[in-house]
């Protein structure tokens, strides 16, 4: 099976503008997360997608949004960026949604924010 | 909300030596704890779980001991190679399995041929 697929892997924002990345799972996987990844931090999660729905978010700002289509693919936004929000964004996918089964990470997209 | 220390951040060993990282979580409730290990550029990779029901579980070079009483678990790895270079996170998650991960802030391991 393919794994997991990040597009863009690189991006190049100003501050004050939007993004959106998108996730596709291994196939068949149902569950999608997305964490940022900075020096120090490591990896904090933001959300996770279910069957479409929202199971789970973490403790950032609303301007960071997602959803989940019917094909279990995934797209995260964040409005309004600040320069804070370089980091890196994983998403990952699992088969059956349960976070104490394997999480399978994409490679990333790599956002700067100037 | 579960809360995961790492230690150390850094590590350096020499080839062939035993590298360990110790990891710390402060809910009791959680009872599986997986090591994800990251090459640089790379996506993270799950390397090696525990359940606590289990104290210790190895694969090959590779061993991970949990000790419930004190909340903390730790990853060995023996006879170390300049490929184990890596950073190596853990983490933690209660029963429910619809918690989400909550990981350490990572261990850098470099291994010097």
């Known amino acids: 099976k393919a794994g997991v697929t990040q597009t863009p892997r690189y991006l190049i924002k100003t501050r004050g503008q939007q993004v959106t990345l998108s996730c596709s799972p291994i196939?068949?996987?149902?569950?999608v997360s997305w964490y940022q990844q900075t020096p120090g931090q490591g990896l904090q999660f933001l959300f996770e997608?279910?069957?479409?729905?929202?199971?789970n978010k973490g403790n950032f700002p609303g301007r960071f949004s997602g959803r989940q289509f019917s094909n279990s693919r995934s797209e995260m936004n964040v409005s309004t960026l600040e320069l804070g929000d370089s980091a890196l964004y994983l998403c990952?996918?699992?088969?059956?949604?349960?976070?104490?089964?394997?999480?399978?990470f994409g490679p990333g997209t790599r956002l700067l924010v100037l | 909300g579960e809360n995961v220390e790492q230690h150390p951040s850094t590590l350096s060993v020499q080839e062939g030596d035993s590298a360990v990282i110790k990891c710390t979580y402060s809910?009791?409730?959680?009872?599986?704890f997986p090591w994800y290990k990251q090459e640089l550029g790379k996506r993270p990779q799950l390397i090696i779980d525990?359940?606590?029901?289990?104290g210790e579980k190895k694969d090959q070079r590779i061993a991970v001991t949990l000790n419930k009483t004190a909340k903390h678990f730790s990853l060995h790895i023996t006879e170390t190679q300049p490929e184990d270079s890596a950073v190596y996170f853990c983490?933690?998650?209660?029963?429910?399995?619809?918690?989400?991960?909550?990981f350490g802030k990572g261990t850098r391991l470099s291994v010097i041929a």
């Open positions: 990952a996918s699992s088969s059956t949604g349960g976070f104490q089964e394997t999480q399978y």
């Open positions: 196939s068949g996987h149902r569950s």
């Open positions: 997608y279910f069957s479409e729905t929202q199971r």
């Open positions: 809910d009791s409730a959680s009872n599986y």
């Open positions: 525990i359940r606590s029901n289990v």
């Open positions: 983490a933690a998650t209660p029963p429910s399995g619809n918690t989400p991960l909550v």
